[in-house]
Structure formats: C-alpha cells, structure tokens
C-alpha cells in the first residue's frame, strides 16, 4: 500500500521533529477537522516552518508535551471540544501560558473574535482566507 505525498510530507516531518530537539526550523501545531484545510495548510507552511497536523482537539494536549510548538493553529468548530474551549486549556497550563495561538476559522462573528481574544488568542483569521494573511499573521506571532 502507497502512501500520498502529504502522508510522506508528515512522517518526514514527525521523523525530523523527533531526531532533533533543537530543530531549525519553527514548529507549528495545525488543529482542524477538515482534511482539505490540513493540507492546504501544510503545504503553504511547510517550505519554512514544521507543520504537524491533527484532526481533533483531543490530541492537542500529547501533541503540545510531545512536540513543543511555537506556534497552534486552531480552528474553532472541531468535534468534541471546540477550539476556544481549547485555547483556554492550552492557557491554562505553564507550558502552554506563552504559547501563540491563532484562530483559522469559519465563524465571523464579531463575538467570535471577541471570544477568541477573550480566551487568549492573538490572532484570529476567517474561512477562506489569502495565503499572504495567514503568512503575516504567523510571522507576527512566532516574532512576539
């Protein structure tokens, strides 16, 4: 059985991840249930970050211990927890206290975005979004 490319891209990524901890590049944790977004993410980010994806917010807090991010992406409406309730666990703790977290979302609320800052995020983008938002936003936060 083949894998597809963005499998291979994400066991190569995990595979450099786990070889060295003090890896060059700057880590970044994508949480969303979309597989189309997954990989449209992964492959904008991947050229000059690492990108490790999950599905669900469930796995955020292994992820987290495990990889220690620089940066999470989250999106809000995910199955079991949703992302603001996410962000506030990932504040919650000391690790996760200076961790930049950036919503990628479909809700456009203006109390979403309010929530989303409320919960400590410090950034927020909406569904769909421009390629060049989303590279600012990153630069931006990995720059705090």
């Known amino acids: ?20 901890t003090s890896c060059e590049r700057r880590r970044i944790l994508v949480v969303d249930d979309d597989p189309v977004v997954r990989r449209i993410l992964l492959e904008l980010l991947n050229k000059n970050y690492m990108v ?19 940066l999470v992406i989250l999106d809000v409406m995910l199955p079991w927890v949703n992302g603001f309730e996410l962000c506030r666990m990932i504040k919650s703790h000391p690790e996760g206290e200076k961790l930049p977290v950036l919503f990628l979302t479909g809700c456009k609320e203006k109390e979403d975005l309010l929530t989303g800052k409320e919960v400590g995020a410090l950034g927020y983008l909406t569904k769909p979004f421009y390629a060049k938002n989303l590279y600012r936003e990153v630069e931006r936060l990995l720059a705090a």
């Open 52 to 70: 490790i994806l999950a599905s669900t917010g469930v796995q955020l807090p292994d992820l987290i211990h495990k990889h220690s991010p620089d």
């Open 1 to 20: 059985m083949s894998t597809s490319p963005i499998e291979s891209t994400v066991v190569s990524n995990l595979k450099e991840v786990e070889k060295s």
